[in-house]
């Protein structure tokens, strides 16, 4: 029971991971990511590319175009960056090319193009079985001990605090703002001299890299990775946490974790009753219904985007004059 | 604002060096398929200067300001920021060059707070990348400071000093407007193109805009007017420059163009 609970607490923690990455994208800078689970993919099979090695190929009648042997935190960290270097190649050609309301129809192509591609050719990435005996990490002494899961949670855990304060932080500032204000009004913003495709961008990669973060925690943590672990369906999860938490919220975030999580594991302890995929099949019915029901009668979700501090106010409250008004502005060009 | 006429042969021999008025429109024309949109034009905008533009719908006259702010690309002809060739140039490098706008429509940023609109129109826009966002806070927060100053000086200038925690989306059509021209100056331009900016305002708002206007020609902007409202036209700008289908009628005065029988045609005649 215990380990079942450290389970849940671990999907929660990277659904919360996964939830800000896709927040930042789609609530903050209003990319709709519809190939976000993409990336979440390319996490998991470079964990497996760079944990497995030859011998874990072998044990496990497994093929792919190559595979290292690397220690714990190597692999997560190439996962990382490989994250975000796809990201930036999709995304150069993805958000200079294509119009906004198109994106979310070609990135979801994608994604189902890298399900069939990698399903097809069984060398690359083992195909439909996709990747076992993928060795967890050793952390401290406690691996395969009683207490694992729990310094699993503990270790994501501090990883997520330390994506919250980046979220946040990015959120709040000058970057964060200027996101928001070209999701209101891009022409607007290009306008005031903002270099609207590289905002975007930057987004996009931060997004890009925090999915293959989950997917290599995930990889990690499952021990397999295959295409069934990032079906296009398990995008529809993650935009259910922001949907149903609040777009643009981060605390909401949190909450549209647990709401899933939730929901996923209710299901999966109800008693098989004809179908055994009946649980799994009304999961997706009773998930999809609430998304529905938020986006008709709640659609900025439980916690709305709230109105954003401005960092600097207090201080500059405290500060009486300085200011220079019109005046200032006048002829005081400072041309970047 | 240098006269057609005097512009013409001038920029033919000088080809290539740079105009000294604050924006410079040379010979831009503009087709969308068959249809001519802008042909031609040419005048200039001086520093402490309002050139107004007015001309039926259909004249070209907001496709002229997106050939000018960077949002439309010109098929021809050259525009010139003092002496920066910027008619190549994408919209946001325009703008860093110190060319503002205000639009058409109201643009204002809806999910922003009035202070965050004005914000995001400074030059903080510098500080705008996630590495500066996580590693350089003291530095932008000291910069937000002074710059939060400047933003309500302004709001008060505007009148909307009580609304600066209000979204944008919250204001009425005319404080919208304000906001707009508020955030502009505060990207400190040199040249500021408003396109209509006296649509949809009460009579109030008109009367409003028009001495902020004002005070802005005085402090030394260059100020392109595009406006229907004839009669603000004419009492704000030094010169006028009147279009029809996409080429310039009449230029000067403003009792000399509005006396033009051209220009009596369009909007006496009807």
């Not at chain 1, 519809?34 to 979440?40: T, V």
């Not at chain 1, 672990?229 to 149903?244: H, P, R, S």
């Not at chain 2, 200039?44 to 439309?72: D, E, M």
Request: with cysteine; net charge neutral; charged share 15%.
């Amino acid at each position: 029971m215990s380990s079942l609970i450290a389970i849940d607490m671990l999907y929660v923690l990277l659904f919360m991971i996964g939830g800000w990455g896709l927040n930042l994208q789609f609530g903050t800078a209003g990319i709709i990511n519809f190939g976000y689970i993409l990336f979440e993919g390319i996490g998991g099979y470079t964990v497996a590319l760079f944990t497995l090695g030859s011998k874990g190929l072998v044990a496990g009648q497994q093929q792919a175009i190559f595979s290292v042997a690397l220690p714990f935190p190597i692999p997560i960290i190439i996962a990382v960056v490989v994250g975000g270097i796809f990201a930036a190649l999709v995304g150069v050609v993805v958000l200079r090319r294509v119009r906004r309301d198109q994106q979310a129809i070609v990135l979801l192509v994608l994604s189902l193009m890298a399900l069939y591609f990698v399903t097809a050719d069984p060398s690359f990435l083992n195909g439909s079985i996709g990747f076992a005996l993928i060795p967890q990490p050793i952390i401290g002494s406690a691996v395969a001990s009683a207490t694992y899961e729990w310094v699993v949670v503990g270790v994501v855990g501090v990883l997520t605090l330390i994506i919250w304060g980046l979220v946040r932080a990015a959120t709040e500032s000058p970057f964060g703002r200027a996101l928001r204000a070209q999701r209101d009004n891009e022409a607007s913003a290009e306008a005031l001299g903002y270099n609207t495709f590289t905002l975007q961008l930057r987004a996009f990669i931060f997004g890009g890299a925090t999915a293959a973060l989950v997917g290599g925690i995930f990889a990690y943590s499952l021990t397999v990775w295959s295409p069934s672990a990032w079906g296009y369906g398990e995008t529809f999860y993650f935009f259910m946490v922001v949907i149903v938490g609040g777009i643009g919220n981060l605390g909401g975030v949190v909450v549209g974790a647990v709401v899933v999580i939730g929901l996923q594991q209710g299901f999966a302890f109800m008693p098989n009753v004809g179908s055994s995929e009946l649980g799994v099949v009304l999961q997706t019915i009773c998930a999809s219904i609430v998304v529905v029901v938020f986006l008709a009668l709640r659609p900025k979700g439980l916690f709305p985007e709230r109105r954003h501090r401005v960092y600097s106010l207090d201080k500059a409250d405290s500060e009486p004059g300085g200011s220079d008004g019109i005046g200032a502005c006048g002829m005081d060009t400072n041309a970047n | 604002m240098v006269g057609i006429g005097e512009l013409g042969p001038r920029l033919d021999s000088t080809r290539g060096a740079p105009p000294h008025a604050a924006l410079t429109i040379d010979r831009v024309a503009k087709a969308f398929g068959g249809n001519q949109a802008v042909d031609g034009v040419s005048f200039q905008v001086a520093a402490g200067s309002l050139v107004g533009l007015i001309g039926p719908n259909g004249a070209g006259k907001s496709t002229l300001s997106g050939l000018v702010c960077g949002s439309l690309r010109c098929d021809s002809g050259e525009v010139w920021l003092a002496d920066v060739r910027i008619d190549t140039l994408s919209t946001w490098k325009r703008a860093r060059l110190g060319l503002a706008r205000t639009f058409q429509l109201s643009s204002e940023f809806q999910r922003l707070t009035v202070l965050e609109n004005l914000l995001v129109g400074s030059s903080l826009r510098q500080q705008a990348t996630m590495w500066k966002a996580v590693t350089a806070r003291r530095s932008w927060q000291d910069q937000e400071n002074r710059l939060i100053q400047r933003a309500r000086q302004l709001l008060g200038e505007f009148e909307l000093a009580g609304q600066e925690s209000s979204y944008a989306g919250e204001l009425s059509g005319g404080q919208r407007r304000l906001v707009e021209i508020a955030r502009a100056l505060m990207s400190e331009p040199t040249v500021l193109v408003l396109d209509e900016p006296m649509a949809g305002l009460s009579p109030h708002m008109v009367k409003q805009v028009t001495v902020h206007l004002e005070r802005l020609r005085s402090m030394g902007f260059a100020l392109l007017l595009i406006e229907h409202n004839v009669a603000v036209v004419s009492a704000l700008s030094d010169r006028i420059v009147a279009m029809s289908q996409g080429r310039v009628i009449a230029e000067g005065a403003s009792e000399e163009v509005l006396g033009n029988d051209e220009v009596q045609a369009i909007y006496v005649a009807g």
